[in-house]
């Protein structure tokens, strides 16, 4: 499988088509809207500032663990497989429980208790690859051997996802699960999760990247790929 090449964290892809940032005018930059999944979450918000490419994403409520499926959430459809790549990391010390969590999420739909895959970073550092394949009942996690992880990667390929953490500079960490149907098409996007109904918490993203693979029978100086090329 080949992908976009955007930056030198991912130097064994292909070049090809990436969805960026900059050349978005949306509201939610890259994302086609933001929403509060779940019945505690209370007015979380989602902006994107362009002058910086960074998602600034808050929540008031409780997060997406154990059997809640609660926070604010920022999101696109996507058909397909995909790579998803973000730096992350709270602002500040609001809402500052230690199961407090942020990352990418992949979800069947917007209402509360959908099956879901996330990769998430917590307040006190403990990094994982979260998963509830049916919606209901508890969700399952396999930790990752890294923590505070600043950057997530998640991937996707058919049913298989594989979640990709380090500290900014440092190797990945790997995990991953199989079979996982969310369907063909299913809402991607950045989440933030307080935990707390009573305290906001505040998660920031920057250099976040969507890149999708090269189309299945594409025939190479046949088919068009595009190119794009962005000033850092």
Known sequence: ??????????????????????????????????QDIGTGTKHGAARYAPATQQYVV???????????????FVYKKIKGDFL???????????GADPHRQLGWMVRQSLVGNSAQVR??????????????????????????????AD?????????????????????????QVANIDLGSEVYVG?????????????????DVRISVPVPEGLEPFRGYLGSQVELL
């Open 1 to 34: 499988m080949k992908y976009a090449l955007r930056k030198l964290v991912f130097p064994f892809l292909s070049a090809l088509s990436v969805i960026s940032a900059a050349a978005q005018q949306h509201p939610t930059g890259i994302f086609s809207g933001s």
């Open 58 to 72: 808050t929540e008031t409520g409780r997060s997406s663990r154990d059997d809640h499926d609660e926070g604010h």
């Open 84 to 94: 998803l790549y973000a730096r992350t990391g709270f602002e500040g010390k609001n």
């Open 119 to 148: 990769a998430v970073t917590h307040g006190d550092g403990l990094t994982a690859l979260q998963y509830n394949r049916t919606g209901s009942g508890a969700a399952e996690e396999i930790r990752a051997n890294v923590s505070h």
């Open 151 to 175: 950057v997530l990667q998640l991937e996707r390929k058919g049913t298989t996802y594989t979640l990709r953490a380090a500290v900014f500079g440092q190797p990945f960490a790997t995990q």
């Open 190 to 206: 950045l989440f933030v999760g307080s935990r707390r109904a009573d305290t906001p918490s505040t998660g920031v993203f920057r």
